[in-house]
C-alpha cells in the first residue's frame, strides 16, 4: 500500500452520471463500493465533494443572483452532494463523519482540524461539505486546503478524463496524457488541472496531485496500492 491517508477529490459534475442534473443513484452506488474496497486495505480517507452538478456560483450572475450569494448557493449544494455520499457510504457500512466549512449543526460537525485528524485515526471517513467556507473559492481549493490540513499524502483528483493531456482529449483527438508531470511544466503548458488557488497551494506545500478516472472500476484500489493510474504531478 503506497498510501495511509488520502483526499480524494469527486466532482459533483461526475455524481450526476448519465443524468442531466442532479445525483444518479448507479453513480452514487459505484463511487460508494470503490470507496468501500480501499477502506477495506486500512487507508485513510478524507472526501471533498463538489456542486457542480446542482449548482456553480459563476452561474447565479447569469440569473441576477449575487456573485457571493451563488457561491454560498454553491457551498449548499456541496453540502446536499456530501449527505447523499454520506448515507450512501454509512449503507454501505462504512462509519463516516460528515464536516462542514459553513456552520450548519444540525446536520453536521463544523470543520475543526484536530477533531477530522482525530476521525480519520479513528477510521472514520471524513466528508468536508460547503467548501472552504468562503466565496470566491471552490471545491478543488477545498481539496488541497484540507489534505494539507490533515496532513494527506496525496490529492487523488477523481475526473471524467483519465490524466492530464496535452490537450483538451474531448476537443482534441491528437492529444497525449502525460503519466507524470512536475507542477512548473503544468503552469508552463498552462494545462487545466485545477484552478490556480489550489495548484499553487498544492504546489508550496509539495503535496502531489494524481489525475485519474474515477469511473473506472478498480482505479481508486489500484493507485492507493502504487500503480501507475492516471496522472502524477509532483515537483
Ligand atoms: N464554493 C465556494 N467556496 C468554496 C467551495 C465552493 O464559493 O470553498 C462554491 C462555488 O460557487 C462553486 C460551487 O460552490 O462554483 C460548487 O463547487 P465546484 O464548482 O468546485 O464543484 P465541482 O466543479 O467540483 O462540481
Same mark, same amino acid.
Given at each position: 500500500m503506497k498510501y495511509k491517508r488520502i483526499l480524494l477529490k469527486l466532482s459533483g459534475e461526475a455524481l450526476m452520471g448519465e443524468k442531466n442534473y442532479g445525483i444518479d443513484p448507479n453513480r452514487l452506488q459505484q463511487y460508494t463500493q470503490e470507496i468501500k474496497k480501499v477502506k477495506e486495505m486500512g487507508v485513510e480517507i478524507a472526501i471533498v465533494i463538489g456542486g457542480g452538478n446542482i449548482f456553480r456560483g459563476v452561474q447565479a450572475e447569469k440569473s441576477g443572483i449575487d456573485r457571493v450569494q451563488g457561491d454560498y448557493m454553491g457551498m449548499l449544494a456541496t453540502l446536499i452532494n456530501a449527505m447523499a455520499l454520506q448515507s450512501a457510504l454509512e449503507q454501505g457500512g462504512m462509519y463516516t463523519r460528515l464536516m462542514s466549512? @459553513? +456552520? @450548519?449543526?444540525s446536520v453536521c460537525e463544523p470543520f475543526i482540524r484536530r477533531r477530522a485528524i482525530r476521525h480519520l485515526e479513528k477510521g472514520r471517513i471524513v466528508i468536508f461539505g460547503a467548501? @472552504?467556507? !468562503?466565496?470566491?473559492?471552490t471545491t478543488d481549493s477545498t481539496a488541497s486546503l484540507r489534505a494539507i490540513e490533515v496532513e494527506a499524502e496525496v490529492v487523488l483528483k477523481g475526473t471524467r478524463v483519465d490524466g492530464v493531456y496535452t490537450a483538451d482529449p474531448e476537443k482534441d483527438p491528437t492529444a497525449t496524457k502525460y503519466d507524470t508531470i512536475s507542477f512548473h511544466d503544468v503552469y508552463e503548458k498552462n494545462l487545466n488541472v485545477m484552478d490556480m488557488t489550489a495548484f499553487t497551494l498544492c504546489q508550496e506545500n509539495n503535496l502531489p496531485i494524481i489525475v485519474f *478516472?474515477? !469511473? +473506472? *472500476?478498480?482505479n481508486l484500489v489500484e493507485l492507493v496500492k502504487g500503480k501507475k493510474i492516471g496522472t502524477l504531478i509532483t515537483s
Open positions: 466549512g @459553513i +456552520k @450548519i449543526e467548501g @472552504i467556507g !468562503n466565496p470566491y473559492f *478516472d474515477m !469511473n +473506472k *472500476d478498480g
